[in-house]
C-alpha cells in the first residue's frame, strides 16, 4: 500500500526529500504546540469539504487542461437540490440518529449527485465538446466556463432567491473531545464521508481501466489517444466524478456551516484553486493535501487575524505557492 | 467571400437594438435617464477599453475587474475627500482633499485619476511579475483572489475607507460651472473626453510595433519567443497599460456617483457584465469593445422598465452569463469582430479571406 502510493506521487525517497518531511513534521508538531487544538479540527473538517470539489476540479484541470470556473456553482446546485428535494419531494424527516438531519438527506444526496453528473455531461456536449473540436485554446474555454458560472448562479437566485435557507434540522448536543474540542455530530457525517468517497476514488483511480485510463491521459493527453484510449469517454468519467464530489461537497458544505446561500460556491472558488495549485495541477492526491492544509490555515489564522480575513488567507497561500515552487508541492518538471 | 457579400445581420440588429433602448428610455425617463445611461454606459466602455488590451489583444484573462475598478474608485475618492470630520463619526484617517489644495481650474481631477490608474499600475504589476511567467489562467485565479482581497480590504480597515459607511464626500468636477440640475450633461462631456482620449491612445499603441507584439503573443507565444521577444516582458506591460485603463475608469466612477462602498463593486456589475460588453461587442476591437459596453448596458437598463420576469434581475444575471457563451460559440468574434491584418499600411490582397 505505501509503495503504491510513493508510486503515485511524483516524490522519490531521496534523502532530501526525507529531511524535508521531517522539518515539515517538526514544523507541524511546533504550530501544534501553540495552536489552539479546536481551530485545527474545525480546519481539518473544512479541508475535507474543500478536498471533494478542489479533487474533482483539478481532475478536470488535468485532463480537460482548463480552469473550470463553474466549478464551485456545481457545488451551490449540490446543495440547492438537496435543499427542493429534502423541502418539496421527501418526506419531512429531522433528527436522524446523532445528526441534526434526517434519514431523507441519504435518500437525496445520491439524487443530487445524479442530477449535478447529468447537468455536467449535458453542459459538455452542449458547449465543451464544441470548442473542443474547434480546439480553441484553453483560456478561451475557461472563460466560457466563467459564463455557464454566471447563467448557473443566476438560475439558483431566480429559483430560489438571494436569500440564506436552511436544511430541516433539529438541534443536537456537541460531542464532547479530549483538548477541549466540541464539534457537532453532524461532522461525524462530513468526515465519515469524506473518507469513504477519498478511499473509494483512490482504488478507482488505482485498480480499474477507466481509473489508469484517466491518470494516463492527464500525464499526456496524445499519448494516451494514440495507445487507444477513448479519450472521450475519459473525459464524461471525468465530469461525472467531478461533479458528483462538487454535488457532495456542496451539500457538507451546507451541513458544515448550517446554512445554503447562492453565492457559497463561488466565494469557495479561491480556496479551491488554491488547493489544486498547492497540490499539483491534475493530481487527485495532492489536491487532497492542498485542501487540508488550506482548510487549516484558515482556521488557525483566526487565532492571531482577524476572521474577517479567512477567505484571504487560501489567496496568500496560493500566491506564496507561485513565487516559491509554482509547480506546486508534489510537482515535477516535464 | 461569402462574408462580404451577406448582409452584417448582427451590426444591424445590435445597431436597432441601441437605437430603439436609447428612444424607450429618452421617451420613459427623459433626457435624464438618456443622460444618466450614456455616462454610465461611457465609464463602462473604459472598462472594455482596459479589459480589451488585456484579453482582446494579449489573451490575457482577468476575471478580478471588480479589484481594479475599487483600487481606482477609492483611491481617487480619498484622494479628494475632505479630511473625516469627527462631528459625522468617519471612521477613515485620510482624506487627501486635492479638491481644494489643487483647486485652480480644478486641476485635482486628472491628477486623481492618473494616481488612480497609476494604483492600478502597481498592483497589476505585483500581480503580473508572480503569474504572468505561468500557465496562462494562473492569472485568472489570482486576478480573482485580488478582486476579493481589496473588496475584504476596504470593508474591514476602517481607518483606509471608512468600512461599509463607505466614502460619501467625493468632490464634484467644475461643479461650479453649472447648476446641479444641469451637472448630468456636463459630466457626460468629461466622461465622452476620456474616453476618446483613452481609445485613440489605445488605438495608436496597438497599431504600433509594441501592439503587433502583443498579437503575436496571444496567436502564439512560442513563436514570438522565438523571434526574439520577451514575452513576460510584453505580457507584463500590457497587464499594467490594461489596469491603469481600469483604474481610470474606476476613478471616473468614484466622482459620478460620488459615493463608494464595498458592495459597490460586486462580481457581477463590475466584472461580469464587462466581459459580456466585451464579448459581445467583439474583443480584439476597440470600437467593438466600445459598442459593447452601450448595448449591453443599453439592455441592461433598458430592461428594467419590461413586465414581469423579463425585469427580475436575477433573469438578468442569467442572461449575462448565456451571453457570454452564446458568443463564444457561435459568433467568437462579436458584433464588430476584429479586423485582421498585419499593419495599416498593408492592404489585404484581393480575394483572400478577411
Not at chain 1, 459538455?124 to 474555454?141: E, F, G, M, P, S
Not at chain 2, 475598478?69 to 479628494?80: N, R
Not at chain 2, 459593447?292 to 413586465?307: D, E, K, M, N, R
Amino acid at each position: 500500500m505505501l509503495e503504491q502510493i510513493t508510486h503515485c506521487l511524483p516524490l522519490r525517497l531521496t534523502a532530501r526529500n526525507v529531511v524535508l518531511a521531517g522539518l515539515l513534521v517538526l514544523l507541524v508538531l511546533a504550530l501544534l504546540s501553540v495552536v489552539k487544538m479546536e481551530l485545527v479540527v474545525n480546519g481539518l473538517f473544512l479541508g475535507a469539504i474543500l478536498a471533494l470539489g478542489a479533487i474533482g476540479l483539478t481532475l478536470v484541470y488535468g485532463i480537460l487542461k482548463f480552469a473550470h470556473i463553474a466549478h464551485g456553482d456545481f457545488m451551490t446546485w449540490g446543495a440547492y437540490i438537496v435543499f427542493f428535494l429534502l423541502g418539496s419531494v421527501l418526506p419531512h424527516s429531522t433528527g436522524f440518529g446523532p445528526f441534526t438531519f434526517g434519514y431523507s438527506l441519504f435518500i437525496a444526496l445520491p439524487l443530487t449527485m445524479m442530477a449535478v453528473v447529468a447537468t455536467a455531461i449535458i453542459l459538455d456536449k452542449a458547449i465543451y465538446q464544441r470548442l473542443r473540436r474547434r480546439a480553441v485554446n484553453t483560456v478561451v474555454i475557461a472563460m466560457t466556463s466563467l459564463g455557464v458560472a454566471i447563467a448557473l448562479r443566476g438560475l439558483v437566485q431566480v429559483i430560489w432567491g438571494g436569500g440564506t435557507e436552511q436544511y430541516p434540522r433539529l438541534s443536537k448536543p456537541f460531542y464532547q473531545l479530549p483538548m477541549g474540542v466540541k464539534i457537532p455530530p453532524d461532522w461525524i457525517f462530513i468526515g465519515a464521508l469524506t473518507l469513504i468517497l477519498v478511499l473509494a476514488l483512490y482504488q478507482f483511480l488505482t485498480r480499474t481501466k477507466m481509473g489508469k485510463a484517466m491518470r494516463a491521459t492527464s500525464d499526456n493527453l496524445e499519448l494516451a489517444r494514440v495507445s487507444g484510449i477513448n479519450t472521450e469517454r475519459v473525459v464524461w468519467w471525468t465530469w461525472a466524478i467531478g461533479a458528483a464530489l462538487a454535488a457532495t461537497a456542496g451539500v457538507l458544505l451546507a451541513v458544515f456551516q448550517a446554512q445554503l446561500f447562492p453565492v457559497m460556491g463561488w466565494k469557495i472558488l479561491i480556496p479551491l484553486f488554491a488547493a489544486v495549485i498547492l497540490g499539483s495541477i491534475g493530481n487527485p492526491y495532492g489536491a487532497l493535501a492542498g485542501a487540508l492544509i488550506i482548510g487549516v490555515a484558515a482556521e488557525v489564522s483566526t487565532q492571531w487575524i482577524t476572521p474577517a480575513y479567512k477567505p484571504a488567507i487560501a489567496f496568500a497561500i496560493m500566491i506564496v505557492t507561485l513565487l516559491l515552487r509554482p509547480r506546486g508541492l508534489f510537482g515535477v518538471r516535464d | 467571400m461569402r462574408a462580404k457579400i451577406r448582409p452584417d445581420w448582427a451590426s444591424i440588429g445590435a445597431l436597432t437594438l441601441v437605437l430603439g433602448l436609447a428612444l424607450y428610455l429618452f421617451l420613459h425617463g427623459g433626457a435624464g435617464g438618456l443622460t444618466d445611461y450614456a455616462i454610465f454606459a461611457g465609464i463602462y466602455a473604459v472598462f472594455t477599453l482596459g479589459l480589451n488590451v488585456h484579453w482582446g489583444f494579449t489573451g490575457l484573462f482577468n476575471i478580478g475587474i471588480a479589484g481594479f475598478f475599487a483600487l481606482g474608485a477609492y483611491t481617487a475618492a480619498l484622494l479628494t475627500t475632505p479630511p473625516p470630520d469627527p462631528l459625522m463619526f468617519e471612521d477613515f484617517k485620510f482624506g487627501g482633499d486635492l479638491a481644494v489644495r489643487l483647486g485652480h481650474l480644478d486641476l485635482w481631477f486628472p491628477v486623481a485619476l492618473l494616481a488612480a490608474g497609476a494604483i492600478c499600475g502597481l498592483v497589476a504589476l505585483f500581480l503580473g511579475f508572480i503569474t504572468l511567467r505561468l500557465r496562462e489562467d494562473y492569472l485568472a485565479i489570482a486576478t480573482l483572489g485580488i478582486a476579493e482581497s481589496v473588496r475584504l480590504l476596504f470593508l474591514n480597515e476602517r481607518w483606509l475607507g471608512n468600512g461599509s459607511k463607505g466614502l460619501y464626500r467625493i468632490p464634484k468636477f467644475l461643479g461650479d460651472l453649472v447648476s446641479p440640475e444641469n451637472y448630468d450633461y456636463l459630466y457626460l462631456v468629461v466622461v465622452v473626453v476620456v474616453l476618446v482620449i483613452l481609445y485613440i491612445a489605445v488605438e495608436r499603441v496597438i497599431k504600433s510595433p509594441w501592439g503587433r507584439v502583443l498579437k503575436a503573443i496571444r496567436e502564439d507565444e512560442v513563436t514570438t519567443a522565438a523571434s526574439g521577444k520577451n514575452v513576460f516582458s510584453f505580457k507584463l506591460q500590457s497587464f499594467i497599460l490594461g489596469a491603469f485603463i481600469m483604474g481610470i475608469g474606476g476613478a471616473l466612477y468614484a466622482h459620478n456617483v460620488r459615493f463608494v462602498d464595498p458592495s459597490t463593486f460586486d462580481p457581477l456589475l463590475a466584472t461580469f457584465i464587462i466581459w459580456a460588453m466585451l464579448m459581445l461587442g467583439g474583443s480584439g476591437n476597440n470600437m467593438g469593445a466600445i459598442l459593447g459596453a452601450f448595448v449591453v448596458w443599453g439592455i441592461w437598463t433598458g430592461t428594467q422598465h419590461l413586465p414581469g420576469f423579463l425585469s427580475d434581475p436575477n433573469f438578468r444575471f442569467v442572461m449575462v452569463g448565456l451571453l457570454i457563451v452564446g458568443v463564444i460559440l457561435l459568433r467568437p468574434g462579436g458584433i464588430l469582430g476584429e479586423r485582421r491584418r498585419v499593419s495599416g499600411q498593408i492592404e489585404p490582397p484581393r480575394g483572400a479571406a478577411p
